[in-house]
């Protein structure tokens, strides 16, 4: 896989992960390579949740208002896993 990037980075590139290609790649591949199953994506999802949620402020400034931080957040919650904690969150941030 290492013939997909450019040859000035390969020097760079510590380690490649091939994941199951589905809409959670991107936090498969940070499951594993935190050492984790790729099937603990939603760990990740919901680990980055409360991360938004613990600094509400500084990612509603950072990512240009309420809005946009509602959408990260919800994009965030992972079905079944998220449904309580979203009711805290909602509850919380009103």
């Known amino acids: 896989m290492l013939d997909q990037f450019h040859p000035y980075i390969h020097d760079s590139i510590v380690n490649?992960?091939?994941v199951k290609v589905d809409g959670n790649y991107g936090y498969r591949a940070i499951a594993s390579l935190l050492g984790m199953s790729?099937?603990?994506?939603?760990?990740?999802c919901?680990?980055?949740l409360k991360e938004l949620t613990k600094w509400?402020?500084?990612y509603i400034n950072?990512?240009?208002g309420i809005d946009r931080f509602g959408e990260l957040k919800r994009s965030l919650f992972v079905d079944g896993?998220?449904?309580?904690?979203n009711f805290i969150v909602t509850f919380?941030?009103?």
């Open 38 to 44: 790729e099937d603990s994506w939603s760990l990740v």
């Open 46 to 48: 919901n680990h980055l």
């Open 56 to 58: 509400s402020d500084e």
């Open 62 to 64: 950072l990512v240009g």
């Open 81 to 85: 896993l998220s449904m309580v904690y």
């Open 16 to 18: 490649i992960v091939d």
């Open 92 to 94: 919380c941030l009103i």
